[in-house]
């Protein structure tokens, strides 16, 4: 056994490009190289009589033992992951590259994405924003990842019911990871994410698109506007971001965007102009430039949209 837990450790610090493991994925780790292991038939029997946990624990005690190895814990003081320290000195996006492993089914969105792709600074400096799967569907992906065993027995005795707590992948929780916080975000259907400096980030045209649905989380209606005008300084996003709205976004999304960039940035495009025509007539008190703030008098008639800020055009 002494064996496998050296095999572990090995591939954790010098075979893999992780630089943060999780008790979850750790226990994963442990069972498929159990698995794997071509003298395991040579003590199976001794392996199915021992208790899991306790095995599991003399290879945590061991990662903590290891110079090498760094713990991080949650809050409550459990254990949230182990980190290879000679990884750490000198990564770019260090603490995001940290949560995406720790929380694999998941993308950076919102200000992380705008930093990420190089467009905008965050409204926060030291704040990772990040979107996941709602829990049903988080549990369905970690199921889909857990590993068929070659040996029944294996898998019977350790992705049994009563180990459920070793082998359930738990939910993510906002922490505090190294310098930065991280705020998460819940959908029940995530999009595609894009790879960006090896980060799954969420496309840069969806996050301009949801700053027009939520720009609370983007410093605000004049943040948001200020994004806008920086993608038409660059012109090369412009044709994806007409695509994606049209693809993704509804009548109102149109209306939001195409005031914006037409009535505020003074921007023409034929495109615009046929947003302009979708929501000719439309009416209704969900019509607002910004969503959460009560509905206002002021009105934009060719866009059919309430103006329920001081001044949209400062």
Do not use: C
Request: hydrophobic share 35%.
């Amino acid at each position: 056994m002494k064996k496998n837990f050296e095999k572990i450790l090995d591939w954790f610090l010098n075979e893999s490009n992780l630089i943060a493991i999780t008790p979850h994925q750790l226990y994963i780790k442990l069972v498929h190289t159990l698995d794997q292991d071509e003298e395991l038939e040579s003590y199976l029997e001794t392996l199915l009589t021992r208790s899991e946990k306790a095995l599991f624990r003399r290879l945590v005690r061991k990662f903590m033992q290891n110079e090498l190895i760094g713990v991080n814990y949650s809050e409550n003081l459990e254990i949230l992951y182990f980190y290879n320290q000679m990884k750490i000195a000198n990564e770019d996006f260090l603490e995001e590259k940290i949560v995406q492993e720790i929380y694999p089914f998941g993308y950076f969105s919102y200000g992380s994405s705008l930093q990420i792709h190089k467009f905008s600074k965050p409204n926060l400096e030291n704040v990772i924003t990040y979107t996941v799967p709602d829990r049903k569907n988080w549990v369905s992906l970690y199921l889909d990842e857990l590993p068929t065993l070659s040996n029944e027995k294996l898998e019977r005795k350790f992705f049994s019911d009563l180990n459920k707590k070793l082998w359930h992948m738990p939910y993510p929780k906002e922490q505090t990871i190294l310098r930065k916080k991280v705020v998460l975000f819940s959908k029940k259907n995530i999009s595609i994410p894009k790879i960006q400096n090896s980060l799954r980030v969420e496309d840069l045209s969806e996050t301009l698109m949801i700053a027009t649905q939520q720009p609370q989380y983007y410093g605000g209606i004049t943040k948001v506007i200020d994004l806008h005008r920086k993608l038409l300084e660059n012109r090369n996003h412009v044709g994806d971001y007409f695509k994606l709205v049209n693809q993704k976004g509804g009548l109102i999304d149109k209306a939001r965007i195409g005031y914006i960039l037409d009535s505020l940035l003074n921007f023409k495009h034929p495109i615009i102009d046929d947003w302009k025509s979708q929501n000719a007539g439309k009416r209704g008190g969900s019509r607002k430039l910004i969503s959460y703030l009560p509905y206002s008098e002021i009105y934009d008639p060719e866009w059919n949209l309430s103006l329920n800020t001081k001044n949209p055009k400062e």
